[in-house]
Structure formats: structure tokens, C-alpha cells
């Protein structure tokens, strides 16, 4: 880690100076593959500030985003009829992102301004996109909320859970928690340089998360032969049901 | 050892997988029951995706089938003319019952649909064994034995288009078969069970057919129509998880052998009345899930393939 630290500041110091500041940022890891044996995995994200001349003074604050692909989804209320809890009622989202962590140097709510969070889109709230019509519900924020509580209890979406540690104003580092139930895909990872609750620089870097090649492979083909993967399933279900009880009676025999 | 199923898209404990299919394994070798009927339900339990569940479920029924159908077919045990009708029947029965499914699905309803199936059915079932342990249990403390009429003529046999099952020496109306065929292929797409609990007594009590031949028919309408359900499932739904089957079918073929073993040691006809309460304990949960307010009243579907 110390070597890590010392050939950022290098980096930061050899580079020529542009604007005032910039972040620079890397990822112990911009991969992940969903083996069969998959429980999660954490990755480390990590940076510097670049600047010319002397630290400016007021604070300096760092937000780290995470944001797993987008996916179209429908949201779920159920009510009593006739005695049994069912689904009544159903909200449209147009794109809410299947994995979503922010971590940052401070709650949000102190170091973001309002504006600077609606033109970045940092917030869990403002990463969800609501359907814009043809909801028949009174309350569809109800839905949205519902939407973010029970992803936040299955750990895809965190927010202020995890802290982005500032040493020096230069140097940042933090760990994002991926749990073991998340989709394949794109990963962007976005990195804010905030004073004054506006953002003064941002930097973008992605983590590929795909499947192991036996499941990626098994995936692809149920979805894009689904007949040969529906007989590929019968196959396995008549070689080891055939050749399991084959075997104990030769065993007995 | 969590393991990750591709297509539920999350990961279980392989050894839970093991524990449910080798659980069921035991109680089908010990009582000569499919089993469909409890994997589905304790796959829900275990946080299986409820689609998920069904379409494996019914995956792994051909796997618990398909050695038995042939040993009956080697046998001769198979009145081959009734299997085929009540595989006619079945396989619209699994198009009807798939198509329903689907549209359920659409409609955000079919956990509902599918829990209240099996709330409805596991009640009966467990209800029935219940009352024929306790009255198996009467009979051998007095000592008499059952008596049953070998041949009843009932009005649904003399319906039209009659056919003749040398096999089990019948001359009915091919209507009740394919309709028996029906109910159970539409049970086996919305519950993925191979419905033998439905099969079985339909063909002794409604068709009148010798016990002889009524578990390989049965097997062999069972088999095909869990296959073909399979199939279905999985090109119109992508919803059979072929990890999850491959857990689930070990553990239970292992589970089978030890069963069938147990079953001639202790005395399988003792022990069905503990089958038939946890067929009612598992029949009771899912109600309970359904009738207590729950935890959390929201719930998320995901547009699939996006």
C-alpha cells in the first residue's frame, strides 16, 4: 500500500499542471468474475488530487459513486382482499440501477449542494427514474422509497455506509462491498472532487463484472437458445437419474 | 460452500440444496411419493425465485421418474394405450397451464397463484394420508382386512369414442383419461410437480384401473409431461436453472436410495402419518405466509433480458 501511495504522489507531482485541480483515480481490481463459488467481493478505489501551487484553502471533499446497469422495473404493493395479502397496486420505473453505492468524506447533505447533486445525479434518490405517466397510484414516491428500502436491506444499494478516508487533502482511498447477488455488467465507478458543495472535477472508470465462463456460457445459451438449453437440462436430468440408480445397483449387485 | 446459480442469478448453500433434495430423496424412497410436491415449496423457503422454483422443480422430476418408468416398461407394468391418452391430455393440459402461467406472471400475480395452488392441494393431500394412516393404523390393531370392489362401471366410462386397454382390461370412453391427463398437465406447469398424488388415486377410483399397472403408467405420463413442461418453461420463461436441478437431483437420488432402504427397516406405513403432517406443517407455513400481514407490502419485479 505504501508503494501505491508513493507512486501516486510521483505521478501527481510529474504530470504538468493544467487546472487548478483534478482528480486521478484507480481500482485494485476493474474486474470481477461470478465463479460458482461467488460471495461478494470488495473493491478498493483510490486516488489523488492533481494541482499547481498550494492547496486552496476551505474543505475539500471526495464522493465515491458505484452504479451497476440500469434496469427497467415494476414496483409491487400488496393490500388484504378477501383476507390474503396480494399484489394490488403497481408502479412503473423506467430505470433504476441494479447496484448503487455512495460513499463519501462527509454525510451527503453537508458537503452537496442540491444543484450540484440534480446536474450529477449522485444521491440513491436521484439515480432512480421514475416512469413519467401512466401510473394510477396517489403516492408512486411511496414506491420509489420502497424501491431503494428493499434493495438497501439486500445490500445493492448503500448509501454513507462506507467512508472515503482523506489524508492530506491529496490523497483518497475507499472500499465498495459488491454482494454476492449482483447482475452481470457494466460497473461505473465515479469519482467527485467537491468545495463548497459544488463539483470542481469528476473522473469516470468502470469494473466489468461478468460471469465465470461455465455460467456465462450456460446463461447465454438459455437465453439465446433456449430449446437446446431445455434439452441440454432433460439431458442431465436422465444422465443422473438414470445413471445414479445404474450405479447403486451394481453396487448392490 | 455458497455456490452461484446462473440463472436465479444469486447464490444458495450447496449443502442446504443437498439437505432439501436428499431430504425429499429419503421420504420419496421410503413412501413411493414424487416428491415435486415438497421441493418447490421448500425452494420458495429457501429463497429460490418462485418462477424459478416451479421450472426447476419440474426439471428434477424427470431425473426422479425416469429410472423408475423404465424399470416398469422392462416390467411390462405400463398399459401403453392408457399412457398415451393421458399423455395427450397432459401435454395440452402443460401448454394451458404454461400460457396461464405467463399471463400470471404479466400480471404480477403468480406467486399468489402458485402459493394458493399449493396451499389448496397440500390440504387435500395431507388431509387424505392423514385419514388413511390413522384408519391403516385402526385396521391392523383390529385386525380386518380392506376390502375393495374390483370393478366399478361409474357414468363417466360410457361417455363416447370408447377404447380398449387390454392392460388393465377396461373398454371406457377415451373423455375421462385425456381430461384426467388435463388437470394433471396444468398442475404440473403452475406447481412443477409430476401431480402422481393427483394421477395415482384418479386412475384406481375414476378409471377403475388393477393397481398392477397403475404406478408405471402413471410414471410414464409423468416423465413425458415433466419433460415437456420443461421445455416449455424454459423457451418461453428461461427460467429452469440447471445448477440448481444438478444440486437438487444428487441429493436426491442419494436421498432415494437410503429412503427405499429405511422404508423396509422401520415400517414405511407407521411413519406415512409423519409425512402427511409435514405435508400439512409446509401446507400450513405457505397459508400463514399469505393470511399474517407481511414484513415488507412492496416488492420488485425486473424486466428480464434487459
Known amino acids: 500500500m505504501a508503494r501505491l501511495w508513493i507512486c501516486l504522489m510521483l505521478l501527481c507531482g510529474a504530470l504538468p499542471a493544467q487546472a487548478q485541480e483534478e482528480v486521478v483515480a484507480g481500482l485494485s481490481q476493474n474486474s470481477v468474475a461470478l465463479t460458482v463459488n461467488f460471495v461478494g467481493s470488495d473493491i478498493l478505489i483510490f486516488g489523488g488530487v492533481r494541482r499547481d501551487g498550494a492547496i486552496p484553502d476551505g474543505p475539500l471533499d471526495v464522493i465515491v ?53 440534480l446536474d450529477y445525479r449522485i444521491s440513491t434518490r436521484l439515480a432512480i427514474f421514475e416512469a413519467r405517466s401512466g401510473g394510477d397510484v396517489t403516492d408512486p414516491a411511496a414506491f420509489t422509497e420502497a424501491l431503494i428500502r428493499i434493495r438497501q436491506n439486500e445490500g445493492l444499494y448503500q448509501e454513507g455506509q462506507s467512508a472515503v478516508a482523506l489524508e492530506r487533502d491529496t490523497l483518497f482511498t475507499t472500499r465498495i462491498t459488491l454482494p454476492k447477488n449482483i447482475v452481470e455488467g457494466s ?54 437419474g438414470w445413471g445414479a440408480s445404474a450405479v447403486f445397483r451394481l453396487m448392490r449387485s | 460452500m455458497q455456490i452461484y446459480l446462473p440463472i ?101 400475480q403468480i406467486d399468489l397463484i402458485v402459493q394458493l395452488s399449493y396451499v389448496i392441494f397440500l390440504g387435500i393431500i395431507g388431509a387424505m394420508m392423514f385419514n388413511e394412516s390413522l384408519r ?51 398442475l404440473a406447469a403452475i406447481m412443477g410437480v409430476g401431480g402422481g398424488f393427483i394421477l395415482v388415486p384418479a386412475m384406481i377410483y375414476l378409471l377403475g384401473m388393477p393397481t398392477k399397472v397403475v ?4 410414471l410414464f405420463q409423468v416423465t413425458f409431461v415433466a419433460a415437456f413442461t420443461t421445455m416449455m418453461h424454459a423457451i418461453t420463461n428461461q427460467t429452469v436453472d440447471v445448477m440448481l436441478a444438478v444440486f437438487l437431483i444428487i441429493g436426491g437420488v442419494i436421498g432415494a436410495q437410503i429412503g427405499t432402504r429405511l422404508g423396509l427397516k422401520l415400517g414405511a406405513e407407521q411413519l406415512r402419518i409423519l409425512l402427511a403432517l409435514l405435508v400439512l406443517a409446509v401446507c400450513g407455513k405457505i397459508a400463514f405466509d399469505l393470511l399474517w400481514p407481511p414484513a415488507e407490502l412492496y416488492s420488485i419485479s425486473v424486466a428480464e433480458g434487459a
Open chain 1, 65 to 117: 459513486t458505484v452504479e451497476g446497469p440500469p434496469q427497467a422495473a415494476t414496483i409491487w404493493r400488496k393490500a388484504r382482499r378477501a383476507g390474503i395479502w396480494m399484489n394490488t397496486e403497481s408502479q412503473d420505473v423506467r430505470a433504476a440501477p441494479s447496484f448503487y453505492a455512495v460513499a463519501s468524506t462527509a454525510p451527503l447533505a453537508d458537503i452537496l449542494s442540491p444543484e450540484a447533486d
Open chain 1, 187 to 240: 460497473y461505473a465507478a465515479r469519482i467527485f472532487l467537491l468545495r463548497d458543495g459544488a463539483v470542481v472535477d469528476e473522473h469516470e472508470t468502470f469494473i466489468e463484472v461478468r460471469k465465470a465462463v461455465l455460467e456465462r456460457w450456460l446463461y447465454t445459451l438459455a437465453y439465446d437458445q433456449p430449446a437446446l438449453y431445455g434439452l441440454l437440462s432433460l439431458f442431465v436430468a436422465v444422465v443422473f
Open chain 2, 8 to 108: 436465479a442469478e444469486t447464490s444458495v448453500n450447496a449443502f442446504t440444496l443437498l439437505g432439501v433434495g436428499g431430504g425429499v430423496g429419503v421420504l420419496s424412497g421410503m413412501f413411493g411419493v414424487g416428491g415435486g410436491f415438497l421441493i418447490t415449496p421448500l425452494l420458495f423457503f429457501i429463497g429460490v425465485p418462485p418462477p424459478v422454483a416451479v421450472a426447476t422443480g419440474v426439471n428434477q422430476v424427470v431425473a426422479s421418474s425416469i429410472s423408475g418408468v423404465l424399470a416398469h416398461l422392462k416390467r411390462k407394468t405400463v398399459d401403453l394405450p392408457m399412457g398415451w391418452v393421458l399423455l395427450a391430455g397432459g401435454l395440452i393440459g402443460s401448454i394451458i397451464g404454461i400460457w396461464f402461467f405467463n399471463l400470471m406472471s404479466r400480471l404480477g
Open chain 2, 136 to 186: 391403516a393404523m385402526l385396521r391392523t390393531r383390529s385386525g380386518t382386512a380392506p376390502r375393495r370392489k374390483r370393478h366399478t362401471h361409474l357414468w363417466v366410462h360410457n361417455l363416447p369414442w370408447k377404447m380398449k386397454f387390454r392392460a388393465s382390461g377396461l373398454y371406457i370412453s377415451v373423455v375421462p383419461p385425456l381430461l384426467v391427463g388435463v388437470g394433471v398437465g396444468i
Open chain 2, 215 to 218: 404406478i408405471g403408467t402413471s
